[in-house]
Structures are given as C-alpha cells and as structure tokens.
C-alpha cells in the first residue's frame, strides 16, 4: 500500500526535510545539520522515514526520492553561512547504482554548495551489502570533495577491520553508547572512550549522538568528545527553524 501510494503521489511537494545540528563543544557553535526526510502523504498522513525509504527502495523509486531531497537540503545549506555543513544519508540503494551516485554527484555541483560542506552518511550494512561497489561510489562522492561518515556506528557487527578501506572521513557513534551511560556507566563509557580514541588515531572525526541531557554533554566530554548531535542541543527542525538557530548561535 505505501509502494503504491509512493508511486502516485507528488513526492516534491510531499517530501520535506528537518535539519538537525551537530555541535563543536570546543567552540560552542553548531557546524552542520544532518537532514532527515518527512513525508506528508495527502493520502496517508505522515509516514516516517525508516517506512518510506524502504518502501522507496523495494519499488524502485528510491533514486528519484534520493534526488528531490538532495536538492532540497542543498537548497535549505545554500542559504547557511559557508562554514556550516550538510549531511545527507544515503540508502543502500543508491550506494551500489553507479548512476544514481553519478546523478547525486551532479546536484551537489549544480547546487552552488561548496562539495567540501556536503557529507553523506551510510551505515555499516550499506556499505558492506556490497564492498566494491560501495567503494566505487565512495571514492566518486570523495573526489568530488565531499565527506563520508558512517553512521550509527556500533549498532551491528561493527568491525575496525574495513574502515581503512573505504574513504571515511567521519563516524557516527550509534545512540545506545549514550543510553547505556545511564545503565552501565563504567563499560558505556570505556567503550565510547575507545572508539574516540580510535577515530582521533585514525583522523577520522567522530561525531557522538544521542546526547539528550547536560549531564550526558559532560560525560562525553569527560571521554573526549569534540562534536555532539542530540536532543540537547536540538531536535530536528524545520528550515526556517534552522536559520533562526544559526542567527542566535553564531
Ligand atoms: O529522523 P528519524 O529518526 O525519523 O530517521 C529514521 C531513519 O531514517 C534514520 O535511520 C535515518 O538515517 C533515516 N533517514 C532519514 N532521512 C533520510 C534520507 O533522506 N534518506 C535516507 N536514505 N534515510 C533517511
Ligand atoms: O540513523 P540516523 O542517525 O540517521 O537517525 C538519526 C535519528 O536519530 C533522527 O531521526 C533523530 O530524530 C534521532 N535522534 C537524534 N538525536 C537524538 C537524541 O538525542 N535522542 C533520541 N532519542 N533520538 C535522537
Ligand atoms: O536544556 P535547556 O532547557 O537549556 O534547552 C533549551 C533549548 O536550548 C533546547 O532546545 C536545546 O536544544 C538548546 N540548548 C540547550 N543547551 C544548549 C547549548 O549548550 N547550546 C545550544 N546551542 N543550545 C542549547
Ligand atoms: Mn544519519
Ligand atoms: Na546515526
């Protein structure tokens, strides 16, 4: 029913995107958003993301639901100030399908964005579905000087073993090492310092989410943590929003 309803609905007035912030606690202003898809279906009513996208990926719409966001959450950066960021996550879909990198690859250089404030977020299992496919892609949004981050990170089988491999800039460790600050403090926060650590090692930046409370803030700052994306410093927002906390935080 969601396939269907996808297929016949105008999804570039239907889609639409909230900006989250991810923010440097060493400077104490925001550097990017991450943009996370809506949709408003006129037949549905809302439908969330994790619904939509799959279903988008099983009916083969996922590269042109791909591309209108693109545009629209280059749209939302191009009127930021030049220092802050996008990051945009792409599905497993589009990863393997050489075109459709290539066409992302063409809206983030007709947009006027600068393609070093672009970062695409992929999780673990996107880019192991299928490796060398994967990497082509990576190393195509790459050259164009994009950023890579992998997302969620820790939430599988997470492993050090292929990071070197594939052009990562960034990673994103996955919400549960901040819930389990709560519960089991000591092992949460050892293994948050860790990762940390690793990526500070690797020069890779690594982003923490989750973080919903100032005392969480102060315990990943306490394990080393540079930038944060959390409810604490701000839920998704609208791009309107957006603007007005880029006005009171810059
Ligand atoms: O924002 P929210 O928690 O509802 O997001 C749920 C999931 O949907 C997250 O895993 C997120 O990565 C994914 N998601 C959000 N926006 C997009 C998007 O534009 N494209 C893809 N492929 N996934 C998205
Ligand atoms: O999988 P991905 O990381 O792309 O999904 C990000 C999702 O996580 C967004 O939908 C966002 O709403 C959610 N999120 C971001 N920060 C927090 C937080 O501090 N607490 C909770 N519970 N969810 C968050
Ligand atoms: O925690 P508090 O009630 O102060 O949060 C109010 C709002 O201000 C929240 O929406 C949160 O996103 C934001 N906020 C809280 N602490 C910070 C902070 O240190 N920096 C920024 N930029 N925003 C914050
Ligand atoms: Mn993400
Ligand atoms: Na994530």
Redo the contacts with the bound molecule.
Sequence with gaps: RVKQVLRDSDLEAELYLLF?PQYDIMRNRPVAF?A?ARWQSAVLGPVTPDVFIVAAERSGLIERVSEILLRKALAAAAVWPQEIGLSF?LSAVDLVSTSAIARLCTIVGESGVAPGRVTF?LTETAMMSDFEKARASMEMLASLGCRIAL??FGSGYSSFGYIHRFPLHKI?TD?NFVVRLGEDKAVGFGILRAIIELCANLGVECIV????TANEVDTVRAAGARYI????FG??MTAVAAGDYLDAEM
């Design positions: 989250q991450e996370l996550n977020e997302d969620d994103k919400r989410e989750g973080v919903e994306q959390g409810y604490h839920r998704p």
